[in-house]
């Protein structure tokens, strides 16, 4: 009591609201802080929600591109496994996800199951890249030797009695399954793609409360039937 009576009141005052203004002045920063590191990230989210969209467009399109290119133009001849050129390798390593970005993801139930699908797509992309390119490896490296030994032409008009004849079992047998598997994978991993595309568009719009996030489409997709 004696110490407090060597101050005056003013200084008490003065002292009381230092403190005072100190303590507000570290709260205040402290929020600050808490409130620029939740909008970092959101921002960082928000951008990995973009990044999740870009690699799903970049995916779909190229599988889009070889039904284009490469399959669609010989789908109907009756020697489609021949006509069906050997593509130049896919590198099967470009273009994929990073997980480490799906934290977001990770928070509910939802989003969960949303990157459950997504992981499942990207297995079933990879898969179909490496169809496309074990079957162009066989055409380049077995197929075509064997037809130039044969005589065939660089083009010609298949018929598949005398080329089963002319080719073997081994080598017709592994064209004809390689090629059909090669048809139906690519198909089935674009709409997979597709779809969860839809989901985690769905997911983020109502995750970030925006519309901001791009709705791509296909309208011409080259004979691959719409997703369900």
């Given amino acids: 009591m004696l110490l407090l009576m060597t101050y005056s009141p003013d200084a008490?005052?003065?002292?009381?609201?230092?403190?005072?203004?100190?303590?507000?002045?570290a709260l205040a920063s402290y929020v600050f802080q808490i409130l620029l590191h939740q909008k970092q990230e959101n921002d960082n989210e928000r951008l990995a929600g973009h990044r999740i969209l870009f690699c799903l467009l970049q995916?779909?399109?190229?599988?889009?591109?070889?039904?284009k290119d490469f399959i669609y133009p010989n789908i109907n001849k009756p020697g489609r496994m021949i006509a069906i050129p050997a593509i130049p390798?896919?590198?099967?390593?470009?273009?994929?996800?990073?997980?480490?970005s799906f934290s977001f993801l990770l928070k509910s139930k939802s989003g969960r199951k949303v990157?459950?699908?997504?992981?499942?797509?990207?297995?079933?992309?990879?898969?179909?890249?490496?169809?496309?390119?074990?079957?162009?490896?066989?055409?380049?490296?077995?197929?075509?030797?064997?037809?130039?030994s044969l005589g065939y032409p660089s083009s010609f008009e298949?018929?598949?009695?005398?080329l089963q004849s002319d080719l073997g079992i081994f080598i017709w047998g592994t064209m004809l399954n390689q090629t059909e598997q090669m048809i139906s994978v690519l198909e089935e991993s674009f709409l997979k793609l597709e779809r969860s595309k839809i989901a985690f568009r769905s997911f983020a719009v109502d995750y970030f409360e925006t519309d901001d996030f791009t709705n791509f489409d296909f309208?011409?997709?080259?004979?691959?039937?719409?997703?369900?």
């Fill in 12 to 25: 008490i005052m003065n002292g009381s609201a230092a403190l005072l203004g100190a303590l507000i002045g």
């Fill in 59 to 67: 995916q779909t399109n190229t599988l889009l591109l070889i039904q």
């Fill in 89 to 100: 390798d896919f590198d099967t390593t470009k273009n994929l996800f990073d997980f480490s």
């Fill in 115 to 148: 990157m459950y699908d997504l992981y499942l797509s990207q297995e079933s992309y990879i898969e179909t890249l490496r169809a496309v390119n074990l079957r162009s490896q066989f055409h380049r490296f077995e197929l075509q030797p064997k037809l130039a």
């Fill in 158 to 162: 298949a018929s598949s009695t005398k």
């Fill in 219 to 228: 309208p011409e997709r080259w004979g691959i039937r719409k997703a369900n």
